[in-house]
């Protein structure tokens, strides 16, 4: 197998959940790119439809559907209509998250002061999600004795971060949940990988990195290479394992962080 095979996605299918914005809108331009027939899921029609019309006049072949991946009699649909007009599912990539509000250097954000409902709320699509995600794929790829699932964690499920509860938690389920994953589907040829990004530039949290500057500032200042993450930086990966190149890299997370990992993040002084 050449290069050019290694990671040639002609005629497999996708599906990509929380692909209207961000790095789910990443994934999806990259398997599109490298050849992928691709399902665009999101919340959101009014982000989601111009980005599927973007993608559909540069050529892509691709379609969107409004799903939550909370509601996951209407994410089984979302799989359904896939195979229904591809025939298969080869890629999925359980993306869609939520920011979790306060972090734990505001006062909101203490555990003695958790918001439980903002907590179930964050779980219910952070986690359960990625769960019904999963699910959901590996029952169509276990037929085929085939697959690529991704799922799209972040470094605050590995390090405690100053980020909230209920987002480093769901992160690091999610995290073992392809571990565990992993381990049973390699059986069917299916490989199970987590992607860990570091502080990234999206609209995640409604914009919160352009309304709170120095909350951008901070978490910049983590990196070696003091800036944000850009989503076009997590396309090599996600292509990586999404193609035939990854028939032997299963069960791991792997960093995307710009060396955040190597610099702990300090408390704000009291």
């Not at 990195?209 to 996600?238: C, H, M, S, W, Y």
């Amino acid at each position: 197998m050449d290069a050019n095979e290694m990671f040639d996605l002609t005629g497999q299918v996708a599906l990509v959940t929380g692909a209207a914005s961000g790095i789910g809108l990443a994934c999806a331009e990259i398997l599109a790119d490298s050849g992928a027939r691709v399902m665009l899921t999101s919340r959101h029609a009014q982000t989601l439809d111009p980005q599927v019309a973007r993608l559909r006049q540069a050529g892509r072949d691709v379609e969107g559907l409004v799903a939550d991946v909370a509601d996951r009699a209407g994410l089984e649909q979302a799989f359904d209509a896939t195979i229904a007009k591809w025939g298969k599912l080869d890629i999925a990539v359980a993306n869609a998250g939520i920011s979790g509000g306060f972090g734990i250097v505001q006062p909101e954000g203490m555990i003695e002061r958790l918001p439980l409902q903002k907590y179930l709320d964050v779980i219910a699509i952070n986690q359960h999600g990625v769960v019904h995600t999963v699910q959901l794929a590996a029952q169509r790829m276990i037929t085929n004795k085939y697959g690529r699932i991704i799922i799209v964690s972040s470094i605050a499920g590995l390090a405690s971060e100053l980020t909230s509860y209920a987002y480093s938690m769901s992160k690091a389920a999610i995290q073992h949940l392809g571990r565990m994953a992993g381990r049973q589907l390699a059986q069917y040829n299916i490989m199970v990988n987590v992607i860990a990004p570091g502080p990234v530039y999206t609209h995640i949290g409604d914009g919160a990195l352009d309304r709170f500057p120095e909350v951008a500032k901070r978490f910049a200042g983590i990196i070696p290479q003091n800036r944000l993450g850009r989503t076009d930086e997590l396309k090599g990966v996600v292509l990586l394992l999404a193609s035939p190149a990854a028939s032997f890299i299963n069960g791991t997370v792997i960093p995307v962080d710009g060396g955040a990992l190597t610099m702990r993040v300090p408390r704000q002084p009291q």
